[in-house]
Each structure stands twice: as structure tokens, then as C-alpha cells.
């Protein structure tokens, strides 16, 4: 079997990876950059969008609202990234917000931001890639039509993308994420000089179209309300910037100095695209609805169904750039493909703190150990996984799956600052250098208003987004954190109970018999073999054990039996009924009772084949038995293999890939060992 399914796994993911060649895998700034931050890079291409279609509700003349609250989502991203830069430095580990709220509120906290921050890594890939494929559905219309097919494809594509490695995929993101970026500075700086200097006017193609206002005349409480819900949707941008401070080991050295500058430049960037979009979208009157084909009027009259309504970053280059432009379809491109590969800040965020947290023993410990590719693949798979079943729930739908978002990263935020100003209360009882007090209590202010303004706006999110879906995050909150706190449970109480007791117990006092029990089914090489090897062992008591199913074979055995003169007694068990294990469980069970002080030792003897779909054809009935006997206090069983002449010849061919020569090696010498460390293993 291992040989059937290695081949296209090298295929698909690449060869192993010798474990000291992960220094080999840390990433240079320039990757780091598309590889952690592609998510807050590319919510520009929805988050303006979503204020919009928020605003929309009022009308057109709501829209005057949206560069104030740009404004106000661009301050909210440089406090966050101001307090994410004294995480890093602070905890380098690749904790994160988990081991901030651990160390400083203890381990409850830690596993409320845990689960925050798993839920949102999950969301991050479905968003992402419900929107990308939404994008790209405007070019190609069968995407549109198979939608959710097209995003689990996506999603498959990109989880083996990751399985690759982490420096592997992040060379592969770079390209589209650099692109999208130029292109989306290239359209705002050619946007500015066509409207400031050549005067030129710029119209969306929905320039034309008025909207239907749900809400007309909003005053008072319900429009500031309303400018509240637009602002919660437009911190979508913000979703990933703490990937970064969970992702700091992958970093080159300086890890710490590194990851921050990273941080800061992605802050920069994502806030102008932000911004300038925002500007360019009001000046070309781009127009949004949350039910378009009601909402928007052309000429009077609703669009109806039959209308796509394209992204607000579509609908701005086209006007800038013109319909059908180069520039607009390599915009469009790069837009659509930087959206699908967002999700990789999720990819490389959830697989280390499913580590960490396995490490705890809060999650599989299958999660805590790295595949071929130095890679956590497990945890990439399970996440591939969640967001797979999220997207086929919710139909590849972005805008209902949008509502789901951002709650969990917000939890999050606010518990890490406020585990962060704990730090450096701990630290400044104890700090007496002047210099590096003075830097502490500067830190302590960034952490202590970061957290204020994030659980402001957390309150916000909860409070406007709740009854749109932010209820079913907060639910896969609470199903996390109970499904990690039953998991340490289990593990704790494992480890009690596995634990070697400093007083001697009934584990360490020696059986006072050992009964050894062959179970056989005719006489033949492995039997003989693993008779051999239970006379060696001598027992107290030694018999062999058949269950008679068949009278007529029963009888020629018993008849070999005695013409061979072999001396191990041989028993047979009555079965009525056909079965062959549970007569067998019954009768070790019954040595047990009448000496509980003896160890009862059962030997099988299992053949050994070579090829994989020889497997299905023999040992059945010893895999049942053995299944079944690890249920059973006191009873050792031992396996006694006989290799058939298939596996001699696996054993062969495996000796020769070993041995296999590239063409020309035995010219140029043997391998030294560095040298031998980096070459492809022979034969994949």
C-alpha cells in the first residue's frame, strides 16, 4: 500500500525533506510578505465593496459617509499593526495571540483565542476563495454556474500547494500578490492624474444606475447604526495581520526584526490601496446593493436577476483603465488569482498554532509532528477540510459567508492586547534601567489602547453583525473550545493514569505462570514456526488452540496433528455457530478467571506478502483477534510472521532503489554526506 500511494504523492507534493534542512525553508522578507500577509493585501479587493452595499441601505447620498469611515478603519489598522510589532518582539516562539493570553491570562483565555482565531483561519479560506471565484465568474460565466464545485477545486489545488512547503509555496504566491499590488497602485496613480491633472471625468460602469433606499431619511440612533454595521464590514481589511505574529519562526534571522518590518509594510500598503479605492470609487460613482436585482434602477426600471453585480475594484478599473483594456484584464487577473491565494495566510497561520496546541495536548498530537515537506501537513489538510464542508454549506455565497467573519479575529485582538499590557506590568515591577523603562511604558500605552479601541470595535461587530450570521462564528467558538477542553481532559487523564507509580504496584510484581496459547488453523510452515518460537519462550503451560468450524477439516488436523507427533497438546473449541474469534476471546477470558496472578500469552502466526492488494487476502481473522484481545486485561499478544516469497521480492526491489545510480555517478565519485543529504532518494 505505502508503495501504490508514494508515487503520486512525490508527484503531487515533491520528495522528503531531511528534518535538517528546515533552516533551508525560512523565509527572506519579500516571500514572508505574500506569503503572511496576501489576506489583508487582497481584502481590498471586497472590504470597500462591503461598506458600500452597507451604506447603500440609505441611499446614494449615504455614500458621503465612506471616507470617514475609511479613516476610521485606516487608524484601527495602524494601532493593530503598532501593537502586533511589540508581540513579535515580546513572543518570537510563533505563539501568537495564544501564548500572550496563556502566559498573561491564564490558559482559559489562551483557549478562548485559540478558538477565535481557528474559526477565523477556516473563514479566512472560505471567504477568500468564494470571493476570488466570484471575481473570476464575471469573465468566465460556467465558474458562476458551478460555483461551489469550482471553489472546493480551488481549495484542493491550494492545499497541495501548501503540502509542498512553506518557502516552496510562498515563491509561487509572490508573483500574483506583487502583481495585484502594482496593479492596484498603478490604477490609483493614473486614476489621480487623470482626474487631477488632465480634468478627465471617469464613470463606472454603474455610474448610471439610482439605487431604491430601504431605509430612507435615516436620523438619529438607526443611521448611526448604520454607519457602525458599515464600519464593522469594512475591517474585513484587517483579517490576517496576526498571522504574522504566529508565524514569526518561519522568518530568516532576525526573526523579531524581520516579522515586524513585515508588519509595518503590510499595514502601509493595504491602508492606501484601502483608501484610495474607497476615493476612486466615489469620484466614478460606482454603485452597490445588497439586493441589486431589486435595488438598482436602470432607467426606472429594477435590473432583475439576469444582473452580475461586479466588485467595486472591477467596476474602478474598468473606468480608470477602460473595459477590455490590458491593464484592466491583467488587474482582473491578479485580483481574482491574489483572492484565491489569500487563503494561504490561513494555510500557514492554522497548521503552527494547531502545533502549538497539539503540543499542549489540546489537539491530536498527529498535529504537532511535520510531513515529508517539513510542512504541518495534517493541520493543512484539516483545514482544507472544515473550509471545504464551510463553502459547500454556504454555497460559495462570500457575501452570507462574510457576515460570519471577522468576529473571531476580534476576540482575539482584544485578548492579546490586554495580555500584552500585562506583560509589561510584570516586567516593569521589575525593571530598574531607565532606558528600556522608558520603552516598556511606551509599549504598555500602544498594547493599552489597541485593546481598548479593538474590544470597541469587537463590540460593534457583535452587536451589528449578530443576527447576520456573526451568531454561527461564535457557535464554532464554543464548539473549539469544548472540543479542546475534552481533548486535554483525555490526554491528562491518560497521563494519570499511565504514570510509573514511585511505589511498587501490580505492574512491576512478576506473573506468577505464563500460559501460552498458539492459535492455529491447519499445519503448515507458519504454524511449525510459531510453535518453535513458543516452546523457546518456555512457558509454565504450553497447548495449541483451533476452533472447529469445519468438522472435516477439524479432523484431518487433529489426525496430522498425531502422525507428526508434535508434543504441544491441541484444543479444539466447539463454535455452533460458524465464529471463530469470539470462542477464542471466551476461553483466554476463562484462564484468566480461574488465575487471575497467571499472563496469558497468545501467539499468532500472520503471513507476510509483498504486494499491496495481497493484504485484503490474508490475516483477516488474526487483525479481528488481536482487534479484540487488547480489550483484555492480562493477555500478551505476540505476532509470529512468515514472509512469503512476494515479500522477499518487495525486499529486493526496495535494496535495489537503494542502490540505484544516477547515470555517470560511479565517473564522478561517491556522494559525501552534505552532498548525499540533497540528493532526490533513488527510485522516486
Not at 485559540?114 to 479566512?124: F, G, H, K, P
Request: glycine residues 8%; charged residues 20%; contains cysteine.
Amino acid at each position: 500500500m505505502s508503495k501504490l500511494t508514494d508515487v503520486p504523492k512525490r508527484i503531487l507534493i515533491g520528495r522528503a525533506l531531511r528534518s535538517d534542512r528546515l533552516g533551508e525553508t525560512l523565509l527572506p522578507k519579500r516571500v514572508a510578505l505574500p506569503v503572511f500577509a496576501s489576506d489583508p493585501l487582497s481584502s481590498v479587493a471586497y472590504a470597500p465593496g462591503e461598506v458600500l452595499l452597507v451604506l447603500s441601505i440609505a441611499g446614494v447620498s449615504a455614500y458621503h459617509f465612506s471616507p470617514w469611515i475609511a479613516v476610521a478603519v485606516v487608524v484601527l489598522m495602524f494601532t493593530v499593526v503598532a501593537s502586533y510589532r511589540q508581540n513579535v518582539h515580546a513572543y518570537p516562539s510563533g505563539g501568537g495571540d495564544y501564548e500572550v493570553a496563556t502566559t498573561n491570562l491564564g490558559a482559559k483565555a489562551g483557549l478562548t483565542v485559540a478558538s477565535a482565531l481557528l474559526v477565523d483561519y477556516v473563514l479566512t479560506v472560505a471567504v477568500s476563495i468564494a470571493s476570488g471565484i466570484e471575481n473570476l465568474g464575471s469573465a468566465v460565466p460556467f465558474v458562476v454556474e458551478h460555483k461551489t464545485a469550482c471553489a472546493i477545486g480551488v481549495i484542493v489545488l491550494l492545499t497541495l500547494m501548501n503540502l509542498r512547503g512553506v518557502k516552496e509555496s510562498g515563491k509561487l504566491f509572490a508573483i500574483p500578490t506583487y502583481v495585484f499590488v502594482t496593479g492596484v497602485f498603478l490604477m490609483i496613480a493614473w486614476g489621480a492624474f487623470r482626474w487631477l491633472v488632465l480634468g478627465d471625468t471617469m464613470r463606472a460602469p454603474t455610474a448610471d444606475f439610482h439605487i431604491r433606499a430601504e431605509h430612507q431619511g435615516l436620523a438619529g440612533f438607526a443611521l448611526v447604526f448604520l454607519l457602525l454595521r458599515a464600519f464593522s464590514s469594512g475591517c474585513a481589511a484587517l483579517t490576517g495581520v496576526e498571522a504574522i505574529s504566529n508565524g514569526v519562526p518561519a522568518f530568516r534571522k532576525p526573526k523579531s526584526k524581520n516579522a515586524a518590518t513585515t508588519l509595518a509594510m503590510m499595514g502601509l500598503l493595504a491602508v492606501t490601496m484601502f483608501c484610495g479605492i474607497i476615493v476612486l470609487a466615489l469620484f466614478t460613482k460606482v454603485r452597490m446593493a445588497e439586493n441589486p436585482a431589486a435595488d438598482l434602477l436602470k432607467n426606472g426600471v429594477p435590473v432583475g436577476s439576469g444582473y452580475v453585480q461586479d466588485p467595486v475594484i472591477t467596476q474602478v478599473a474598468e473606468a480608470v483603465f477602460g473595459s477590455g483594456s490590458f491593464l484592466f484584464l491583467i488587474l482582473a487577473a491578479a485580483t481574482a488569482l491574489v483572492l484565491f491565494l489569500a487563503a494561504n495566510t490561513a494555510y500557514n497561520g492554522f497548521p503552527v498554532l494547531g502545533s502549538i496546541l497539539a503540543q499542549d495536548r489540546y489537539l491530536p498530537r498527529q498535529l504537532h509532528t511535520r510531513g515529508d515537506r517539513l510542512a504541518f501537513s495534517n493541520g493543512i489538510v484539516l483545514l482544507a477540510g472544515a473550509a471545504g464542508l464551510l463553502v459547500w454549506i454556504y454555497g460559495a455565497d462570500s457575501t452570507r459567508l462574510i457576515q460570519l467573519y471577522i468576529v473571531g479575529v476580534f476576540v482575539s485582538f482584544t485578548l492579546s492586547q490586554t495580555g500584552m499590557v500585562r506583560h509589561w506590568n510584570r516586567h516593569l515591577a521589575v525593571e530598574k534601567d531607565p532606558a528600556k523603562r522608558r520603552h516598556m511604558v511606551r509599549s504598555r500605552a500602544i498594547n493599552a489602547f489597541g485593546a481598548f479601541f479593538t474590544g470597541l470595535v469587537l463590540v460593534v461587530v457583535l452587536v451589528t453583525k449578530f443576527t447576520h450570521g456573526a451568531w454561527v462564528a461564535l457557535l464554532g467558538m464554543v464548539i473549539f473550545y469544548g472540543t479542546m477542553t475534552a481533548i486535554r481532559r483525555h490526554y491528562d487523564g491518560v497521563a494519570a493514569e499511565l504514570a510509573a507509580p514511585d511505589e511498587p504496584g501490580d505492574d512491576m510484581v512478576r506473573p506468577s505462570r505464563v500460559h501460552s496459547v498458539v492459535l492455529i488453523s491447519k499445519i503448515h510452515r507458519p504454524t511449525l514456526r510459531a510453535l518453535a518460537y513458543a516452546k523457546l519462550m518456555r512457558s509454565d503451560t504450553l497447548e495449541a488452540l483451533t476452533v472447529n468450524v469445519d468438522p472435516v477439516e477439524t479432523k484431518a488436523l487433529r489426525e496430522e496433528w498425531e502422525r507428526r507427533g508434535i508434543e504441544v497438546p491441541l484444543k479444539v473449541l466447539d463454535s455452533p455457530y460458524r465464529e471463530i474469534t469470539r470462542p477464542v476471546i471466551e476461553y483466554v477470558k476463562n484462564l484468566r478467571k480461574e488465575s487471575p496472578r497467571d499472563a496469558v500469552s497468545v501467539i499468532i502466526p500472520e503471513y507476510v506478502v509483498g504486494r499491496w492488494y495481497e493484504h485484503f487476502l490474508h490475516n483477516q481473522s488474526a487483525l479481528r483477534l488481536k482487534g479484540r484481545l487488547l480489550f483484555t486485561p492480562g493477555i500478551m499478544v505476540t505476532s509470529v510472521p512468515y514472509q512469503l516469497r512476494s515479500s522477499e521480492a518487495a525486499k529486493l526491489r526496495a535494496r535495489r532503489r537503494q542502490e540505484w545510480n544516477a547515470p555517470g555517478s560511479v565517473r564522478r565519485g561517491p556522494l559525501t554526506e552534505a552532498e548525499r543529504a540533497k540528493e532526490p532518494e533513488a527510485g522516486r
